[in-house]
């Protein structure tokens, strides 16, 4: 099975490496690092850096197609180059995902039409602007498309995946296995439970991906 | 403030980017990528590669030491240069941490003895060797000390430690910036929620770590 997992300039490091630590060990499971050229991506603060072992160029189908996020989307979003490869790519998929504002990318690709997804919550209106229905959950999943909220959900979007593409022991094994047994030391993970003055500060940070 | 993060080959790849994701967002972190050697280092699976900036030589002191885990860390337990950089540079720090294995790094290196702390529930009697007063707890605080259980667990602690290191106003806004609000699809992330079969299993694999 192979799991192909698109890395960009500007990408989220943990929207990319949450699903990766949990795909990889799905028995039979091959993740393809993948990205518009081979060769050394950076992250969005401009850091780490991840390398993708071959180009979209050199990959013409896949069983699965994860997209990650990152304000490096913004520019993926008019990239009719990677857009034709991620509908490509679908075409032959039965599984396509996101994390975050990787749904974004699905989106500009035609591939959200009239289907429920979600992203980052501080860009929902820019993802029902792609025609999707967006739905306030941390996972989604409608038909063979499955998105994530921000960031850290592609942790729990992967481990969904897990159970589906092999079984739920399969997905338990690998939960345990990471000790995915969450403890934040806060309770303001998501917008309706943060102060507002801690929402604010982030909607202004993640919101100016939208343009002016 | 420099945050020092150790990467080598055999990392897991998640116990390295979970912290990441959530420490170069403290307003005035720097997050130094450091290694054995500068370049590339490829994960305990052999697919994902990370670039490190410097090598251990080319870094003499640090605010923060973190040291990720995977199987790579059975290496470095016995690798004489890496456990006096690391004594070295704990010697410069305010915090000294560590994920998953690289507690066993720690206590290879001699800071443990004696200090409360955890590791992967799998080799936690492994970090009893080392001396450490092992707590089974997803993060321990002793002192400058600061572990992390298995792999996840590490985003659960950077969170603590931008607390500490900023203020708590700061690790919420990163807390709701990476929208962790876990969900996890199972309740099995330790072994005393998992079934034994599950639990066997993991124990075999990881477990598999600690010599004959």
Same mark, same amino acid.
């Given at each position: 099975?192979?799991?192909?997992?698109?890395?960009?300039?500007?990408?989220?490091?943990?929207?990319?490496?949450?699903?990766?630590?949990?795909?990889?060990?799905?028995?039979?499971?091959?993740?393809?690092?993948?990205?518009?050229?081979?060769?050394?991506?950076?992250?969005?603060?401009?850091?780490? *850096? =991840? +390398?993708?072992?071959?180009?979209?160029? #050199?990959?013409?189908?896949?069983?699965?197609? /994860? &997209?990650?996020? @990152?304000?490096?989307?913004?520019?993926?979003?008019?990239?009719?180059?990677?857009?034709?490869?991620?509908?490509?790519?679908?075409?032959?998929?039965?599984?396509?995902?996101?994390?975050?504002?990787?749904?974004?990318?699905?989106?500009?690709?035609?591939?959200?039409?009239?289907?429920?997804?979600?992203?980052?919550? *501080? =860009? +929902?209106?820019?993802?029902?602007?792609? #025609?999707?229905?967006?739905?306030?959950?941390? /996972? &989604?999943?409608? @038909?063979?498309?499955?998105?994530?909220?921000?960031?850290?959900?592609?942790?729990?979007?992967?481990?969904?995946?897990?159970?589906?593409?092999?079984?739920?022991?399969?997905?338990?094994?690998?939960?345990?296995?990471?000790?995915?047994?969450?403890?934040?030391?806060?309770?303001?993970?998501?917008?309706?439970?943060?102060?507002?003055?801690?929402?604010?500060?982030?909607?202004?940070?993640?919101?100016?991906?939208?343009?002016?």
């Amino acid at each position: 099975m192979d799991i192909a997992l698109l890395l960009f300039d500007g990408l989220t490091a943990l929207d990319a490496v949450g699903p990766y630590e949990v795909l990889w060990r799905i028995p039979g499971a091959r993740v393809l690092l993948v990205a518009p050229e081979a060769g050394m991506v950076v992250t969005t603060e401009g850091t780490m *850096a =991840l +390398r993708a072992d071959r180009s979209i160029d #050199g990959l013409a189908r896949a069983d699965v197609l /994860v &997209v990650p996020g @990152g304000f490096g989307t913004r520019k993926l979003e008019s990239d009719e180059k990677v857009l034709a490869w991620v509908k490509r790519l679908d075409a032959t998929t039965t599984i396509t995902a996101s994390v975050c504002t990787g749904a974004l990318v699905l989106g500009a690709a035609g591939l959200l039409s009239g289907k429920r997804a979600t992203t980052h919550w *501080a =860009l +929902r209106e820019r993802l029902a602007r792609h #025609g999707a229905i967006v739905v306030e959950d941390r /996972v &989604v999943i409608d @038909g063979k498309y499955a998105s994530a909220a921000g960031v850290s959900a592609g942790i729990d979007l992967a481990l969904l995946l897990a159970a589906r593409l092999a079984n739920e022991t399969v997905a338990k094994t690998i939960q345990l296995g990471i000790e995915y047994d969450p403890q934040p030391p806060f309770d303001c993970g998501s917008p309706w439970k943060a102060d507002e003055a801690i929402v604010k500060a982030v909607r202004e940070r993640v919101g100016g991906y939208a343009p002016k």
